[in-house]
């Protein structure tokens, strides 16, 4: 590839050269971990437990009644984004922090 630059000399650049990664200094990132601590639970090195003890859901929302969703139960602590239909909803922040930001599967929500 050629270029030209801003005094007129002709350069000959390597595409390699042109779209090369750059490397970015991993002491950065190890300077912020030292200052701030690992996330959550993993400060032993460990991985939390990203179970809640499961709570059966069985009664529908009011929130939900007249929409198409009025026969799914849901979790109580859902976190409404949207309000009624269609659904989009999050779990509580606090919990995901007491969870080392696993979502426990009995909040986990897939949105199709």
Not at 38 to 44: E, H, R, W
Request: glycine share 8%; net charge negative; proline share 12%.
């Amino acid at each position: 590839m050629v270029r030209v630059s801003e005094n007129g000399v002709v350069e000959n650049v390597s595409l390699d050269d042109k779209f090369a990664v750059k490397k970015s200094k991993p002491s950065a990132t190890l300077s912020a971990m030292e200052l701030h601590g690992a996330p959550g639970a993993c400060k032993n090195g460990e991985l939390p437990e990203g179970n809640l003890p499961w709570e059966p859901v069985t009664e529908i929302d009011t929130k939900d009644v007249g929409t198409p969703d009025q026969w799914i139960p849901r979790h109580p602590d859902l976190i409404r984004l949207t309000g009624r239909h269609p659904l989009n909803v999050e779990p509580p922040p606090t919990t995901l922090m007491d969870r080392g930001f696993i979502t426990p599967s009995s909040l986990h929500y897939v949105r199709n």
